[in-house]
Nanobody, 126 residues
Framework: QVRLVESGGGSVQAGGSLRLSCAAS????????MAWFRQAPGKEREGVAT???????SSADSVMGRFTISQDIAENTLYLQMNSLKPEDTAMYYC????????????????????WGQGTQVTVST
């Protein structure tokens, strides 16, 4: 199983930017779907963005044009660049990995992902 460790969260004012990182270690998957999810208190877990082993990406409508998912394969690191942050982006952000690359998109059911990080908190104030 892949070990995932997120970092980069913090507190920013609305309109600011943060870049989240997710370092992966352990078992190597030749094909995969990697994702960022978020969950705010009292709300359901929401898929934010995905990237697969071919580099194809998908983003939720709520973050389209503001958030960008990317990966550094050599460094085994997943990133989420978050710009123009809004208070409604406040949540715990998690990265997740699935050893299957098919149907990898931001609406993917969270249950398909077998590996999860511990989460990093993002707080956006007005």
């Amino acid at each position: 199983q892949v070990r995932l460790v997120e970092s980069g969260g913090g507190s920013v004012q609305a309109g600011g930017s943060l870049r989240l990182s997710c370092a992966a270690s352990g078992y190597y998957y030749p094909y995969y779907c990697m994702a960022w999810f978020r969950q705010a208190p009292g709300k359901e877990r929401e898929g934010v963005a995905t990237i697969d082993s071919d580099g194809a990406t998908s983003s939720a409508d709520s973050v389209m044009g503001r958030f960008t998912i990317s990966q550094d394969i050599a460094e085994n690191t997943l990133y989420l660049q978050m710009n123009s942050l809004k208070p409604e982006d406040t949540a715990m952000y998690y990265c997740a990995a699935d050893r299957e690359s098919s149907d990898c998109y931001s609406g993917s059911w969270w249950g398909r992902f077998g590996s999860w990080g511990q989460g990093t908190q993002v707080t956006v104030s007005t």
